[in-house]
């Protein structure tokens, strides 16, 4: 076995949240009459928490403390909103509970607001991930290794037996930091190429790659 740990990245690597992430990101906009955004350009937002995805998709002259407005519209929207068309990526479920059989740990370590990240977790898979964390006051986002430390020193597994999944350059960076291995999934939000260009080392197009990456065995056709 190679990990006794696994700490995934939530949005683009083990759900797919980007239609909700644009709907609310555009209902902010509209209701404030600013020009809406498309989801390809959504896609390129995400990564560093809900202020930076707002920061981005509104117009830049915009202060800091209305774009912080701006982020309280989104945050009440997305808490009502944020399984409406969110759905997990295709064998997640299996490749957990086969590692969950194994008896290796799992995790999540998200730049989404905690709330978020506490409601998604348990919806879609219960009782399947030993920690979840998501953004919170005073403690830094990824890519500093904060909340990666702190899974680390909760679940009692040293850095050499651990692994970080992601989907974008933030989780790259992310995994640098806290000094763990990392593998990138290319069916997420970010492409292969652009991955490559960021210094991904381990690359894997579905979750039976991610199984043999994450256990050093064949996988089990879980997609």
Not at 1 to 27: E, P, S, V
Request: glycine content about 4%.
């Amino acid at each position: 076995m190679k990990y006794k740990l696994a700490i995934f990245d939530l949005d683009g690597t083990i759900l797919d949240t980007l239609q909700d992430l644009a709907d609310a990101t555009n209902y902010v906009l509209k209701k404030n009459g600013y020009p809406l955004r498309s989801l390809e350009e959504v896609r390129q937002f995400v990564g560093n928490g809900i202020y930076m995805l707002v920061r981005r998709a509104v117009p830049k002259e915009l202060s800091d403390q209305k774009v912080q407005d701006l982020t309280e519209q989104f945050k009440l929207y997305y808490k009502d909103h944020c399984k409406d068309k969110t759905e997990a990526y295709p064998g997640i479920i299996s490749l957990l509970k086969k590692l969950k059989e194994k008896g290796i740990k799992t995790a999540v370590v998200s730049n989404k607001a905690d709330y978020a990240v506490q409601i998604l977790v348990q919806d879609f898979f219960p009782d399947l991930f030993d920690k979840a964390v998501g953004e919170k006051e005073n403690v830094r986002k990824k890519p500093c290794p904060d909340a990666v430390n702190e899974v680390l020193r909760e679940l009692k597994v040293v850095k050499e037996e651990a692994v970080y999944i992601g989907d974008s350059e933030v989780d790259i960076q992310t995994a640098q930091n806290a000094q763990l291995n990392c593998i990138s999934v290319c069916y997420g939000f970010r492409s292969k190429q652009f991955l490559r260009a960021n210094k991904a080392k381990i690359l894997v197009d579905n979750v039976n790659e991610l199984y043999k990456e994450i256990t050093g065995e064949e996988n089990g056709n879980m997609a």
